[in-house]
């Protein structure tokens, strides 16, 4: 029976869609055509081609037939250089992670003592973001000792301090405010607010992004070997040099930086399952195998029986027992700092390295920014070539991530099989540190910029391919269903259905491809390329020429926040 109310909802006319929506969806395809455009222009300005680079393979194959077998060196030598490496690494994250936590307590808008302190907080993530740690460790190592691992230390905890404090603020901003305010609605102070009521909430988050940034540290120590840093990442440079006959020693030494990741990756999910207790949902090669690992282990619920349940009291809450839980916890954090005290001793930390006379001359090189001998126009230049190197292979990374992140999607694999086999190719390309790659094509074709996009490509296909999977896995299976239920085909249903619903996280996502290449494009310059990283390498290494340092690290950063900016109006838009 249709009632009256039925019938004037039927006869209502749907509602017009807003003109200022329909405005800026046009004015967002109209920019994305004209950043389609700049990738493709980017790429024929380098003079990028397939033929061009399939050419180069000759050049790589005699390079093959003349360097020697691939090899590794002595087990005592490489065991100093592994320990050399993690204790930089491991020392340099310990800092960042401590540094952050204050950093994000005021970058946090819920927790900040004043609107000042909120974007200053802000602003310390951003600059520390942008400034890459290569450039930290060459002007840090003017003012220490040659060979100090010092500067290592200290450019991977400031470079960290962004992503970690910008992370960790994030997930303040999203607690349940409801233990902090009756906190300070008892009179408590703003430190045990923090303390007591926000940060056990974000502990959890604050280790987990810890880990996760001790990975990228890790697969980023490799560069700092081209900046004096000691560890794997020197002697992978020192054979390199050693032309060709050095390559062997080079790929064998790129190789246990791979191996080393994986295990580090295995041991940070491991740490995440049984410190945390949340089980490793990733799709990286590390959260595989622990899951794999431990799926016959699930945790049991128990239900205690009433005559088992105690009466609970003040004093029985403030007795804490040693379950094994408790035990496995503190026995996990005895470790973490076991760990930190062992990285102290193999980094064989001195601070009498440090050259204090020149700390403050090298501080005050650093303002103000200058162009030195060189123009507006040439910086400006540079920084273009760093925009198309991250542009075009953001593009060829597009275009690929498109076809392996569709197919290594549940809802859009045929079957498993093909699913499990698309996953796979993505965690071989994650698993490659591109700027290793960049070096060794580099290196071995000679084709400097080119190289270079294609080992970003080549890196960002892991990282997009990724992303894009993921998005397509959460979208709405309610139209899905819905096409299917009609007799739709796949190609339909994706089209139709799952396509429109992930553009948005697309857009998004290859937009922080390009932010991210934006950083690995400028450390191109160390290793061979052009671009602003050329002149940032230049002016690292000589304290007269820091003021070039700072125009260019504050030309990145305005690109880097208007690519930022970017990302979020378009996700807003076709949101």
Not at 411 to 437: D, K, T, Y
Not at 480 to 493: D, F, N
Request: glycine residues 10%; positive net charge.
């Amino acid at each position: 029976m249709v009632t009256t109310l039925d019938r004037r909802r039927s006869e209502t006319p749907p509602a017009a869609p807003c003109p200022s929506r329909n405005r800026g969806r046009t004015a967002g395809l109209f920019v994305l055509l004209a950043l389609g455009v700049f990738a493709v222009y980017s790429l024929v300005s380098l003079d990028f081609s397939w033929a061009s680079m399939m050419s180069s393979l000759d050049n790589a194959r005699d390079v093959f037939a003349l360097m020697d077998p691939i090899s590794l060196p002595p087990l005592g030598d490489l065991a100093y250089l592994i320990g050399l490496t993690l204790g930089i690494v491991v020392l340099g994250t310990v800092v960042a992670a401590l540094i952050s936590v204050p950093v994000a307590w005021v970058a946090a808008s819920n927790t900040t003592p004043a609107r000042g302190l909120l974007w200053i907080g802000r602003a310390i993530g951003v600059v520390t973001r942008a400034v890459p740690d290569v450039v930290l460790a060459l002007a840090f190592s003017l003012t220490f000792v040659l060979g100090s691992p010092l500067p290592g230390v200290l450019a991977i905890g400031i470079h960290s301090i962004g992503m970690i404090s910008k992370l960790f603020a994030d997930a303040i901003e999203q607690i349940d405010d409801g233990p902090r305010l009756a906190i300070r609605a008892v009179g408590g102070s703003r430190a045990q607010e923090f303390w007591s009521g926000v940060f056990p909430q974000v502990m959890p988050s604050w280790i987990a992004t810890t880990l996760h940034r001790f990975d990228i540290n890790l697969r980023g120590s490799a560069i700092l070997g081209y900046a004096g840093v000691g560890g794997l990442g020197y002697a992978m440079k020192i054979a390199f040099e050693n032309f060709p006959q050095g390559y062997g020693r080079g790929l064998g030494i790129a190789g246990v930086i791979f191996v080393l990741c994986v295990v580090v990756e295995v041991i940070s999910s491991t740490i995440r399952r049984n410190l945390l207790g949340v089980h490793p949902t990733g799709r990286g090669l590390g959260d595989t195998i622990v899951r794999r690992a431990t799926r016959d282990r699930v945790p049991r619920t128990r239900v205690a029986s009433p005559a088992t349940v105690s009466a609970v009291t003040v004093e029985t809450m403030a007795r804490r027992p040693w379950s094994p839980r408790r035990v496995r916890n503190a026995a996990w954090t005895a470790g973490a700092l076991a760990l930190i005290v062992g990285s102290y001793w193999l980094a064989d930390i001195e601070f009498g390295d440090v050259t204090w006379g020149y700390v403050w001359p090298t501080i005050q090189g650093f303002w103000p920014p200058d162009t030195g001998t060189h123009s507006l126009i040439d910086f400006g230049e540079a920084l273009l070539v760093t925009v198309q190197v991250a542009f075009g292979a953001a593009l060829l990374s597009l275009v690929f991530s498109l076809i392996f992140g569709s197919f290594a999607a549940r809802n859009i694999a045929p079957n498993g099989v093909v699913r499990s086999i698309f996953r796979v190719i993505l965690v071989v390309f994650r698993g490659i540190p591109e700027l290793v790659l960049a070096i060794f094509l580099i290196m071995v074709t000679g084709l400097g910029n080119q190289a270079g996009a294609v080992a970003l490509a080549i890196g960002g296909i892991g990282l997009l391919g990724k992303l894009i999977a993921d998005s397509c896995e959460e979208v709405d299976a309610g139209p899905e269903r819905a096409l299917t239920a009609v007799g739709a085909s796949p190609g339909q249903r994706y089209l139709s259905a799952t396509w429109p619903q992930a553009v948005p996280s697309l857009i998004g996502n290859t937009l922080y491809l390009v932010d991210t290449n934006i950083r690995a494009a400028t450390l191109l310059g160390i290793v061979g390329g052009s671009g602003i990283g050329f002149y940032l390498t230049n002016a690292s290494t000589m304290a007269t020429m820091h003021g070039q340092v700072t125009f260019l690290v504050i030309m990145l950063i305005v690109t880097v926040l208007a690519v930022e900016g970017l990302s979020v109006w378009l996700r807003r838009v076709f949101k």
